[in-house]
Structures are given as structure tokens and as C-alpha cells.
């Protein structure tokens, strides 16, 4: 596949600022980074099929709790809340499609996602530690969820 115009951590940050915004707005949650690893694997998942290629080139593991982009998850381990909002430029289609991931996922708990991501195809399959291949991960999403986003 293509190389991806943006890294994990830029549409990581797209999605804290996002949940920043929601929990300003209503006093909202900030995202924690088990949501956040959530995220990042739907919104990839999503974007591999509508834009067939990925939208960023981390790789996204296998671990006990789910999908995890490894040094994202680095990052943010002692957050328990992240509220860290900084600039971030996404191009409009892009963001289009992360408020759609937004809005169908974002929905759910840390923990609901987590156990989605552990009843599907991509965790299920793939050993622990190991990367997940972005083809299981697009061919789950071609048959499972682009019809409901």
C-alpha cells in the first residue's frame, strides 16, 4: 500500500482535540488512551476502505485490551485523562471522515470499544504483540462496518 500523508499521532491529536472540545462543550470526558487506541483503529479501518489506502503507517498491534498504536499508547500511559491540545492540520476530507468515525465510535466507552474490537476479526486473528495486517484489518471493515458509518 501507499505511504500515509499523516502519522498516528497527528489523528491522535485530531481525536483529543475533538474530545476536548465534547467535554468543554457538556462537561464531558476527556478521551483516556485506551479510547484513544480505539479510535485510531476504527478511524484507520474506516479510511482503508473508502480511501483504499491507510491513513497513517504506525502499526497497529494486538494486545490484551485490544488494537494499540504502540507509541501513541507510549506517550499518553500516565494520562489518565488527556487534555493536551495542540494545532494539528488535517485536510478537510480527512476530517470529514474522522467525524464520522467520531461520531458512530466515539459514542461508546473506553471499555464498550474494547470489547467491540475484542469480538472482531483483526484482534481475534492476529497473536499477541504482533502486528495486525492493515489487508485483515481492511477486509474486516469492507464486510463489517463501512455500511454503518
Known amino acids: ?3 500515509a500523508k499523516y502519522t ?11 474530545g476536548a472540545f465534547d467535554a468543554k462543550q457538556d462537561n464531558g470526558e476527556y478521551l483516556s488512551n485506551l479510547k484513544l487506541q ?10 482503508l476502505v473508502v480511501k483504499n489506502k491507510p491513513l497513517f503507517n504506525d502499526k ?12 501513541v499508547y507510549h506517550k499518553y500511559k ?7 491540545e495542540e494545532d494539528v492540520n488535517i485536510d478537510g476530507d480527512t476530517v470529514q471522515l474522522l ?31 504482533a502486528e495486525i ?3 485483515l484489518i481492511k477486509r474486516y471493515f469492507e464486510t463489517r462496518w463501512v455500511a454503518n458509518v
Open 8 to 18: 498516528a499521532e497527528q489523528i491522535a491529536q485530531w481525536f483529543i482535540n475533538r
Open 99 to 129: 467525524e464520522e468515525v467520531y461520531k458512530t465510535f466515539g459514542q461508546y466507552s473506553a471499555w464498550r470499544l474494547r470489547d467491540m474490537t475484542h469480538e472482531e476479526e483483526p484482534w481475534q486473528k492476529t497473536k499477541q504483540s
Open 38 to 47: 480505539k479510535l485510531l483503529y476504527y478511524a484507520q479501518g474506516v479510511y
Open 60 to 71: 497497529i498491534v494486538a494486545w490484551g485490551h485490544g488494537p494499540v498504536v504502540t507509541s
Open 78 to 84: 500516565n494520562s489518565m485523562a488527556i487534555d493536551t
Open 1 to 3: 500500500m501507499e505511504k
Open 133 to 135: 495486517p492493515q489487508a
